[in-house]
């Protein structure tokens, strides 16, 4: 952490006692309190680390010192707890979690009372009063309440389900499997499944922080088990969870794992077909089997940078009620404008059962795209100039400068180009219609780049 940031790009977050201490958790908590002032009501919860307790005492502590009152959730999904903060009209929350980080990291989330995460203006106040020094104490005779509320696990999974069709979804038995991560999954998603008829099968479903059964990101390399489970079982579906459980991975019932883009554009299908001419928030990342969808649908794309809180913000100011990331974050609005994994399953059943359809089924009725990925060493303080090079060059051409440099060329392919946040190189995203192109692009657009750094 620099000398004057906490906040990276999902709040505040680091490895356990060495770059996240509770002293600083302490400190931090009664920045956050002086933010949102005394007498506010704040929710607390956790995910399933071995530090969630810890760190929601000492936040806990710093919030009361500081006369916020604080609600304690305990363990919950992420998701569950930004909707307890809107549900129970909190003034805000704090979510202890480092979501898909290794177990040896935690972090703080700041939800305000719409349940999504405050913005970076926000952010940098809480820092000022942080680095500062300038948190306001309150009197011994004033300090904040605690209390506990133990039920908003029930409540986020019934409100889910008020926005799917239950009695379809039940009439077709679907047998899931779960991949909980050992982590908050596990909480709500068997849960919900069962409410919707489902017959379930858990994998790494005990609760444990220190996440035995895999990484609590759901990458394909980390979900072999799953794709496996799937197929032995014969199941309709697998999803596999975050450690926060705000993104779900989907696999086939033939074991084939589908990246999240894939079951974006069946939901975005789906929400256009029944909301035509609605609005799509995705970050420029997105492949364009989304802006496919759109087209053929009559939908409308609002393209963002990189960053879920981005894209929540956006739904939020544009009044879209669907938005979406490659990496299984779908924010489903009429529910809430955040990534939520248990109301995306919902969703992706709901499909299944309208369609009739198996989700292998429903994926290859989709365009097929090949993705290929490079890189090209540039130093930090040419970074700037290379892409503003790059976008005059490509003046002509479809492209956005939203978040690095993204192209759209006319046979369907797209190139996307961003500076590393932590090494110097730019990396390059090809997508096309064939794995050739996709090289292709990378190679030839990796010369480009070569050839625009040796000149500034
Ligand atoms: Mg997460």
Known sequence: MSTNKLFGTNGIRGTVNKELTPQMAIKIATAIGTFFGKETNLLIGYDARTSGPLFARAVTAGLTATGCNVYNAAM????????????????????????????????????????????????TIIEQIYFQDTATLAEWNKLGKTRELPSVNDEYVEAIKKHVNTAK???????????????????????????????????????????????????????????????AVGADLGVAFDGDADRSIFVGEDGEIYWGDKTFALIAKRFLEKNPRSKIVTPVSSSTLIKDTADAYKGEIVWT????????????????????????????????????????????LEIMADTGKKLSELIAEQPQYYIEKGKVECPENKKARVLEKLAEQMKRANISTIDGVKIWFEDKSALLVRPSGTEPVYRLYAEAKNPDKALKLIRDYGLKLEKIIETI
């Open 76 to 123: 919950a999904p992420t998701p569950a707890l930004q909707y307890a903060v809107k549900n129970h009209k909190m003034h805000g929350g704090i979510i202890i979690s480092a979501s898909h980080n290794p177990p040896e990291y935690n972090g703080i989330k700041v939800i305000w009372n719409d349940g999504i995460e405050i913005s970076h203006q926000q952010e």
């Open 169 to 231: 979804i039940a009439q077709k038995s679907f047998h899931v499997v779960v991949d909980a991560a050992n982590s908050v999954a596990g909480l709500t998603t068997p849960h919900l499944l069962r409410d919707l008829g489902c017959k379930v099968t858990s994998i790494n479903a005990n609760i444990d922080g220190t996440f035995p059964g895999r990484l609590p990101e759901p990458r394909p390399e980390n979900l072999a088990e799953l794709s496996q489970t799937v197929k």
């Open 305 to 348: 940078k990189v960053g879920s809180v981005t894209v929540s913000h956006k739904m939020k100011e544009t009044d879209a009620e669907l938005g979406g990331e490659e990496n299984g974050g779908v924010f489903y609005g009429p529910h809430q404008a955040v990534r939520d994994g248990a109301m995306t399953t919902a969703l992706i």
